[in-house]
């Protein structure tokens, strides 16, 4: 997929992918610019990557949806710690319980909550609350609460902000585009639409 956006894309092209490892993965191996990013490779406000997200996510999905889709990342990144630590015991073993989900998890609270890799948080406030420094002080509730209050306030006519979707077949196989995207490439695994309302917007 990288090769096809290289091949067609011009540089700083505006695309917004719903797969956690393209966040991290797309700054490297393409000369794109991506709708939101992991906030360690972004030149944006770790808050408006965060913004961003919910943004287009709401496009997609419910406000109960989405935070259904965050919600446990506290839990995921116990049990992604833990993978790492004891990889080679799980392949042994073939443990299977750390799956796409609990790593999605681990990577929106790093990429986009801003919890490093020491549970330290980037982030101050969110949506004007302090935010404690320290994961291990997190009441989950917090984000869920604070997100669904952001959420009830966004204006989803920001799909004509992107230029690109990328969708992951494995992970957003739910997702249902509408006329308003038209798909420029489709193998086993990935997606790629365009989105005709950035067109009309930019015209």
């Not at 965060?50 to 935070?67: Q, R, T």
């Not at 798909?183 to 790629?192: P, W, Y």
């Amino acid at each position: 997929m990288y090769d096809f956006i290289n091949e067609n894309f011009t540089d700083n092209t505006l695309v917004a992918s719903l797969d956690a490892r393209d966040w991290e993965m797309m700054p490297f191996y393409t000369d794109v610019d991506l709708y939101f990013s992991s906030i360690f490779n972004s030149y944006r406000n770790p808050f408006d990557e965060l913004k961003k997200y919910l943004k287009l996510h709401s496009i997609f999905y419910s406000d109960f949806e989405i935070v259904d889709k965050i919600k446990d990342f506290k839990k995921s990144r116990l049990i992604y710690k833990n993978y790492v630590i004891n990889k080679k015991s799980f392949v042994k073993n073939n443990q299977t319980y750390f799956n796409d989900k609990i790593f999605y998890h681990y990577l929106f609270s790093r990429n986009i909550l801003g919890y490093t890799v020491f549970d330290g948080n980037l982030f101050q406030y969110f949506n004007n609350k302090r935010i404690p420094s320290s994961i291990n002080d997190l009441d989950e509730k917090f984000f869920t609460k604070e997100i669904m209050t952001y959420l009830k306030t966004l204006n989803i006519q920001g799909v004509g902000e992107f230029q690109y979707l990328i969708i992951n077949k494995t992970i957003n196989s739910n997702i249902k585009v509408d006329q308003n995207f038209e798909m420029v490439f489709n193998n086993k695994n990935f997606q790629i639409f365009q989105n005709l309302n950035y067109a009309t917007r930019n015209r």
